[in-house]
């Protein structure tokens, strides 16, 4: 339900904008004067402010610039009955969405209030469009034919529409977010955001921030209100992964999350109440976590309704070609190049190796096998040379640093080294950007210029 806060010293139109307010279904919250609201923003975070422009003390001006540097994401429309061009552009100017005067019609001021909203939700579904560039549909992403997948298929369509919390276990690189995904996009909450965090990325004193969101003021940097991912993603979906990370103190306040179906904001004095479907997922064991204590056991046990167990690739060698087949479409989509093909030897090679990093290791090797096609056909040397691979591109067997008589594709070969070794220095940093950036002696600037480019997310400063 989105949150409106009315401001005007006229007691009779603060009742009939609330009276129609309510009607309209949102939560309406109404003050006689700037002051008061002030106090409210700083307590509260608000969908949309209706605020007057004349008012004794604090006037509308205030109130609208106090809104947008509390919570510049909230839509403010101003209302006077003494409508002059410079309040007019002055108010546009400080990020007033809309200026009316007094008398107004109520079909008119409906309609403003349902853009409005309507506009907040656009710009919201925008940043997570941007932080959640992967694929949105349902299975397209999950690739098998194994007993083990399918298993797990049929698990995802029957409990798809379930509101039960979800727990999805495997190991590294099997493909937990994907499913989390699957879940999500196939049941009736799919119109609305899935929005995912990585538990083990961020550090505990940012972790309860980003969860639950923060009030101005509430620390050092919290230079303004800010929204926490769950509320981001009400009424849809929160996927946790790697749960298991977490500190005894987040897991409490999950805990609550999941009990009460609120929270309270760091800083904040009210609870906010939100219809958010859970989906966690870990690489570890999650009941001895329990057993040595480093895991509570009563949030276990409320993650845990619906278990699904994702199997490594190794014991799934059977999808490998099908992987394989799905990957070099893939990438060769994206760089626009013919998709190589893998003769029998270089297959049974794959087929053999024992891929401890799962269906991840072999999306990367497939993707470095794309930018380094040549045209011709990938070989088991070639296969093997990027498998056993080495740090130093002159030391690394099967990389062609010699001209064939169809040359290469150097742009190709270098910025799939250049990517490679980007990633490598985040998982050597676990993700911390300032010091992967030491280890390729590069500033950080230049460096976050390069993830970006390779389209590289994740990770903290």
């Given at each position: 339900m989105?949150?409106?806060?009315?401001?005007?010293?006229?007691?009779?139109?603060?009742?009939?904008?609330?009276?129609?307010?309510?009607?309209?279904?949102?939560?309406?919250?109404?003050?006689?004067?700037?002051?008061?609201?002030?106090?409210?923003?700083?307590?509260?975070?608000?969908?949309?402010?209706?605020?007057?422009?004349?008012?004794?003390?604090?006037?509308?001006?205030?109130?609208?610039?106090?809104?947008?540097?509390?919570?510049?994401?909230?839509?403010?429309?101003?209302?006077t009955a003494f409508a002059t061009a410079d309040s007019a552009v002055e108010a546009m100017k400080e990020g007033a969405y809309d200026y009316l005067?007094?008398?107004?019609?109520?079909?008119?001021?409906?309609?403003?209030?349902?853009?409005?909203?309507?506009?907040?939700?656009?710009?919201?579904?925008?940043?997570?469009?941007?932080?959640?560039?992967?694929s949105q549909s349902s299975f397209a992403q999950l690739v098998g034919q194994s007993e083990a997948m399918q298993k797990v298929f049929d698990v995802v369509r029957k409990v798809a529409d379930s509101k039960s919390n979800v727990l999805i276990c495997g190991e590294s690189g099997t493909g937990?977010?994907?499913?989390?995904?699957?879940?999500?996009?196939?049941?009736?909450?799919?119109?609305?955001?899935?929005v995912a965090v990585n538990c083990s990325a961020v550090p505990e004193t940012l972790l309860e921030s980003e969860l639950f969101g923060h009030m101005k003021g509430s620390f050092t940097g919290a230079i303004s209100n800010k929204a926490g991912l769950f509320e981001v993603a009400n009424g849809g979906t929160i996927f946790l992964d790697e749960i298991g990370d977490t500190t005894p103190t987040i897991q409490v306040k999950l805990l609550r999350v999941i009990q009460e179906r609120e929270f309270r904001r760091v800083g904040g004095t009210q609870d906010v109440k939100v219809d958010v479907r859970i989906v966690a997922a870990t690489n570890k064991d999650l009941e001895k976590a329990v057993a040595d204590g480093s895991f509570r056991e009563d949030l276990y046990y409320r993650l845990d309704v619906i278990p699904i167990r994702l199997p490594p690739l190794r014991l799934r060698s059977g999808d490998i070609p099908l992987l394989v087949n799905h990957f070099l479409e893939r990438f060769s989509r994206e760089s626009g190049k013919p998709a190589p093909t893998l003769?029998?030897?270089?297959?049974?090679?794959?087929?053999?190796?024992?891929?401890?990093?799962n269906v991840r290791e072999l999306e990367n090797l497939i993707e470095r096998v794309v930018a380094f096609s040549t045209g011709g056909a990938v070989t088991d040397v070639d296969v093997r040379g990027w498998l056993h691979r080495s740090v130093s591109p002159q030391q690394q067997p099967g990389l062609p640093m010699d001209l064939t008589d169809d040359g290469?594709?150097?742009?190709?070969?270098?910025?799939?080294?250049?990517?490679?070794?980007?990633?490598?220095?985040?998982?050597?940093?676990?993700?911390?950007?300032?010091?992967?950036?030491?280890?390729?002696?590069?500033?950080?600037r230049s460096f976050r210029y390069r993830l970006e480019k390779y389209a590289i997310k994740g990770g903290r400063d």
């Open positions: 989105e949150k409106i806060l009315v401001v005007d010293d006229e007691q009779s139109l603060r009742e009939v904008l609330s009276i129609m307010l309510k009607r309209a279904g949102y939560a309406v919250t109404s003050v006689a004067d700037g002051e008061e609201a002030i106090e409210h923003l700083n307590k509260e975070i608000f969908d949309l402010v209706i605020t007057d422009l004349r008012m004794p003390k604090v006037d509308g001006m205030e109130v609208l610039k106090a809104v947008k540097s509390a919570s510049p994401e909230t839509v403010v429309l101003v209302i005067t007094k008398p107004f019609q109520v079909d008119e001021v409906q309609l403003i209030i349902r853009n409005a909203l309507e506009k907040r939700r656009l710009t919201t579904e925008n940043i997570l469009l941007k932080r959640e560039m992967a937990k977010e994907l499913v989390a995904r699957a879940i999500h996009y196939n049941s009736a909450r799919s119109p609305m955001p899935f003769n029998a030897e270089a297959m049974h090679v794959l087929l053999g190796h024992e891929w401890r990093g290469l594709d150097l742009e190709g070969l270098i910025n799939g080294i250049e990517k490679d070794l980007l990633r490598k220095a985040l998982e050597r940093s676990k993700w911390v950007k300032k010091k992967a950036a030491r280890l390729l002696r590069l500033n950080t």
